[in-house]
């Protein structure tokens, strides 16, 4: 039995059923698959495999990731019952500000993180958050509703706050007759 038959006189191609219901389900995975693929890159922002393996991970290793990617953490929300229940690897306060990280295997004196979530509020609610990475496979901003007068007003305090750091720990030095640099 021929797989194509051609009709005489013409040249119209035709199918055998058998092909034809094969083609169609082939069609319709297809399409399922593509269906998908969309669906996770504009829901999720993930596109290729390697960003969703990341994801994965990443969402293992961090419930506050999970939440964040989903929407279920957004901009405006108190930062105290944030930190409260998803309690932070690292906090820094400094004026109206508060920066709150998460890093796979929680933080370590030995080693700096690459991957992680950072989240930042002021005046107690939260203004940004994001997932970096050294690679940039996961690097997403959630939400950020910072004006850039507000990113004046957050650099200028992130600055003032390195500054106090640095002068203590040049006066522990001195106290301790160490003069080393960091």
């Known amino acids: 039995m021929a797989v194509v038959s051609r009709k005489l006189g013409g040249n119209i191609m035709r199918l055998e059923p058998e092909?034809?219901?094969a083609l169609l389900a082939l069609l319709g995975v297809a399409l399922l698959l593509v269906g998908l693929w969309i669906y996770a890159g504009i829901h999720l922002g993930i596109w290729r495999y390697r960003e969703y393996d990341r994801y994965n991970w990443l969402t293992a290793n961090l419930p506050v990731a999970r939440e964040l990617w989903h929407g279920n953490i957004k901009a405006g929300d108190n930062v105290e019952e944030l930190i409260s229940y998803w309690q932070p690897h690292?906090?820094?306060r400094f004026g109206s500000w508060v920066i709150m990280d998460?890093?796979?295997?929680?933080l370590s004196r030995d080693s700096i993180s690459l991957i992680g979530i950072v989240v930042i509020a002021k005046d107690g609610v939260l203004v940004e958050a994001?997932?970096?990475?050294d690679d940039l496979v996961c690097a997403k901003a959630f939400f950020n509703t910072l004006t850039p007068q507000a990113k004046l007003e957050y650099r200028?305090?992130?600055?003032?706050?390195v500054g106090e750091l640095k002068a203590r720990s040049k006066r522990e030095r001195?106290?301790?007759?160490t003069n080393e640099t960091l």
Not at 174 to 177: D, S
């Open 19 to 21: 092909l034809k219901g």
């Open 90 to 92: 690292s906090t820094r």
């Open 102 to 106: 998460w890093y796979p295997g929680g």
């Open 130 to 133: 994001d997932s970096y990475s």
């Open 156 to 161: 200028a305090a992130f600055e003032a706050y």
């Open 174 to 177: 001195e106290l301790n007759g």
